[in-house]
Nanobody, 122 residues
Framework: QVQVVEYGGGLVQAGGSLTLSCSAS????????MGWDRQTPGKQREVIEI???????NYADDVKGRFTISRENGKYTVDLQMASLKVEDTGVYFC????????????????WGQGTQVTVSS
């Protein structure tokens, strides 16, 4: 089994900063990618940023230049530094970890944490 835990959510004023951290543990032979997605009110769940073994892939246009993902090599951790936060960034943020499926070359299985609430006040 794989356990994924997020840390660092909370309440922050618009324009402020917050850093989310994530740690994965358990049966992890290797990692294909780690990242974050979020569920904000009134919008579909969206992937924010993913960091793969080949580099970073940013998906959400509205966080470019404001959010930065980082990961330490060899560790099952990933951080999301959020700056210039907006009220519309309010939501639940989930850590993602993609693991390879040993029996199916090229295939991955995605695990999520329980999520951490980020609330940005005006």
């Amino acid at each position: 089994q794989v356990q994924v835990v997020e840390y660092g959510g909370g309440l922050v004023q618009a324009g402020g900063s917050l850093t989310l951290s994530c740690s994965a543990s358990g049966n992890i032979p290797s990692v294909e990618a780690m990242g974050w997605d979020r569920q904000t009110p009134g919008k579909q769940r969206e992937v924010i940023e993913i960091i793969t073994n080949d580099g970073i892939t940013n998906y959400a246009d509205d966080v470019k230049g404001r959010f930065t993902i980082s990961r330490e090599n060899g560790k099952y951790t990933v951080d999301l530094q959020m700056a210039s936060l907006k009220v519309e960034d309010t939501g639940v943020y989930f850590c993602i970890i993609d693991l390879p499926i040993a029996t199916v070359p090229g295939a991955r299985v995605r695990h999520w944490g329980q999520g951490t609430q980020v609330t940005v006040s005006s």
